[in-house]
């Protein structure tokens, strides 16, 4: 079926596979809001939220459309669009990740092989940081355009955070980057479910632990969570916010750790490898959704780690918050570089 | 019209579009996030042209990084109408006047050069601006203009620190 030189069904299937993804890790994020809150309970030694429905398992429901149903108050001076636009762009950012992460291997449904990943470009990485790069406008415009001096300091300090823990972020990359020679993270993962190959992070363990801090400062985690310190800037970029825009800033954070997991699952654990299992043995259908459980597996621990780390290491100050990231990862990234780079060029020599 | 026309054109009119928004916004904010929409759309007109690495590089650099700093410096200044001196609808006039008159003269140069003539913008086709081949002809035929530029980059970041250092 081609109209308009178009290929309409590849179009229609790639659609349907982007609105599971994304429609997944909404789920997933409203499910983390209530994972946040229970796992906080458990380190402190308290019951967390347990009214609503079983175990409280329909509190984010509650929470959602209490969100929802809350007054909308756009402030008098504020720049009405850009100040709409702000938490839109958050949200988009962290969405468009997706695109790139390869979910599992292939399903064939009606004659049809399709790949469950939206796009296997040949440089996704490159990709996703591009992404992560533009996360930063949702953050700015929105405190520039509340018009408030605490809103406009919390944006300038989440988006040179940002800046800062990219750097090192992407110097730990290049040492994976050369032991693949790939940027399409499809490849990524095959090299690492090839039967003789351990997973990256075996090759890589200072690479991840540099790749592991930055992802923590780019999602505004604590103890990087400068840009949200309620004991200097009141609330943050979002101050100004109420109802469903603000529900859409808490919410992207929870998409962006999502997503990262899912990155660092790929790029370091494997992605949708099951260990110690030769996934050609199965039926392709079977080994495929086995995959998906897999990745989803590992994006569960680490967004757990995340929560562990929120709940027992308190905030940094921002220069040391500056330091680390300039003084330290940048330094450890480079010297991570620089080995890896001997390593491989003395084992090509041999 | 195939996929590929239909994309070009919207990329040139959004291009065309924002780049006429950055110079009409009375906001300096404003400015600056149209032409973060004229960068995306430069990008969308590398990937017709098959240059990825091309296009994912501009975004990274110049909308991830170099506007997010103008941002910073704009949002931290702010500038508003009506504090910022107007320049007088003749200076204006001239202006326009003047920047035709260039635009004219490029546009005919453009046309007359004879390396120009008959040729066509290979769309989505040819494997020169893909990141493998690229790389691959960054390090063996222009080394040296490769490395001098990476000399001029570590001089550029030198004489920041230096300026930095200063007060």
């Known amino acids: 079926m081609t109209l308009l030189a178009i290929d309409w069904i590849l179009l ?5 596979l982007i609105a599971i993804i994304v429609f997944a890790s909404l789920g997933i994020a409203l499910y983390t809001t ?6 906080a309970a458990i380190l402190q030694d308290r019951p967390g939220p347990n009214r609503a429905g079983p175990f409280g398992l329909f509190q984010p429901f509650a929470d959602g459309l209490k969100l929802i149903m809350k007054e909308e108050i756009i402030p008098n001076t504020a720049n009405k669009f850009l100040f709409v636009l702000g938490p839109g762009l958050a949200m988009t950012a962290a969405l468009m990740t997706c695109a790139v992460i390869p979910w599992s291997s292939q399903v064939h449904i009606f ?4 790949d469950l990943q939206v796009a296997d470009i040949n440089i996704g990485i490159l990709y996703v940081f591009g992404v992560v790069s533009m996360g930063v406008y949702g953050i700015m415009i929105g405190g520039w355009a509340s018009n408030n001096k605490f809103s406009l300091m919390a944006a300038l300090r989440g988006a040179s955070q940002a800046i800062s823990y990219e750097l090192a972020m992407g110097l730990s990359l290049i040492a994976v980057l050369m032991l693949s020679g790939s940027l399409s993270l499809k490849t990524i993962v095959d090299q690492q479910m090839a039967p003789g190959h351990l997973w990256n992070v075996a090759y890589q363990p200072l690479g991840f632990l540099i790749f592991f801090i930055c992802a923590l400062a780019e999602c505004n985690r604590t103890p990087f969570d400068l840009p949200e310190a309620e004991n200097e800037l009141n609330f943050g970029y979002h101050q100004e916010y109420s109802s469903m825009k603000l529900g859409f800033y808490l919410f992207s954070e929870y998409v962006n750790m999502i997503m990262s997991s899912a990155i660092m699952a790929s790029l370091f654990f494997g992605g949708f490898d099951i260990p110690f299992l030769d996934e050609s043995t199965l039926a392709p259908n079977l080994a495929a959704g086995l995959g998906v459980l897999a990745l989803l597996v590992k994006i569960v621990i680490f967004i757990f ?6 709940w027992t290491v308190p905030r940094f100050r921002y220069d040391q918050l500056m330091n680390l990231g300039w003084k330290k990862m940048i330094p450890l990234a480079l010297v991570n570089m620089l080995i890896t780079g001997a390593v491989i060029l003395w084992l090509q020599g041999k | 019209m195939s996929t590929i026309e239909i994309l070009f054109f919207f990329l040139s009119a959004l291009a065309v579009f924002s780049a006429i928004m950055v110079l ?3 906001n300096p904010v404003h400015s600056v996030l149209w032409l973060i929409a004229v960068f995306f759309a430069i990008s969308g007109h590398y990937v017709l042209l098959n240059a990825q690495f091309l296009a994912i590089v501009n975004l990274i650099v110049y909308a991830g990084a170099i506007m997010v700093l103008f941002l910073f ?6 500038l508003n109408s009506e504090t910022e001196p107007q320049k007088h609808i003749w200076m204006k006039l001239a202006g326009v006047i003047s920047g035709g008159c260039f635009l004219m003269m ?5 046309r007359q050069a004879v390396e120009m003539g008959g040729r066509k913008a290979m769309m989505a086709e040819g494997d020169t601006g893909l990141i493998k081949n690229l790389g691959k002809v960054l390090f063996s035929e222009y080394v040296v203009p490769f490395e001098i530029t990476s000399v001029l980059f570590l001089s550029a970041m030198v004489g920041a620190v230096v300026i930095g250092k200063k007060n």
């Open chain 1, 34 to 39: 209530f994972a946040e809150r229970k796992v």
């Open chain 2, 106 to 110: 490029l546009i005919s140069l453009v």
């Open chain 1, 111 to 114: 004659d049809r092989t399709i």
């Open chain 1, 12 to 16: 229609i299937e790639k659609l349907i």
């Open chain 1, 305 to 310: 780690v995340f929560m562990w780390i929120r």
């Open chain 2, 73 to 78: 410096v704009i949002m931290l200044m702010n």
């Open chain 2, 24 to 26: 009409v916004s009375k």
